[in-house]
């Protein structure tokens, strides 16, 4: 079993930044990790994911945030982190960590095993 903890939402205005965390405890590693949101009336849709190896980590990011976000993990710390700059009203969701990809691509929702809670984001115009 793997719990996760999300942490850093919160309400910031167009245009800010915001770093979400995500504390992952019990058999904590997973070498696929990812960031899905799910705003009001919406299906829950890819943000990012971070698959690691020896040869250094993979990043995948979502269109709607590539090159205004950041994936990163801390497995020292069983930690991961999204970084969002230049946000935008859209971005308003719950974003949710996951863990552990069960197979299918990592932008599905059912090729995870385990999620968070959540944490809001609210992005003001």
């Known amino acids: 079993q793997v719990q996760l903890v999300e942490s850093g939402g919160g309400l910031v205005q167009a245009g800010g930044s915001l770093r979400l965390s995500c504390a992952a405890s019990?058999?904590?590693?997973?070498?696929?990790m990812g960031w899905f949101r799910q705003a009001p009336g919406k299906e829950r849709e890819f943000v990012a994911a971070?698959?690691?190896?020896?040869?250094?980590?993979?990043?995948y990011y979502a269109d709607s945030v590539k090159g205004r976000s950041t994936i990163s993990r801390d497995n020292a710390k069983n930690m991961v982190y999204l970084q969002m700059n230049s946000l935008k009203p859209e971005d308003t969701a719950i974003y949710y960590c996951?863990?552990?990809?069960?197979?299918?691509?990592?932008?599905?929702?059912?090729?995870?095993?385990?999620w968070g809670q959540g944490t809001q984001v609210t992005v003001s115009s």
């Open positions: 019990g058999r904590t590693f997973s070498s696929y």
């Open positions: 996951a863990a552990e990809r069960t197979g299918g691509s990592y932008s599905y929702t059912n090729s995870w095993r385990y």
């Open positions: 971070i698959t690691w190896s020896w040869s250094g980590n993979i990043k």
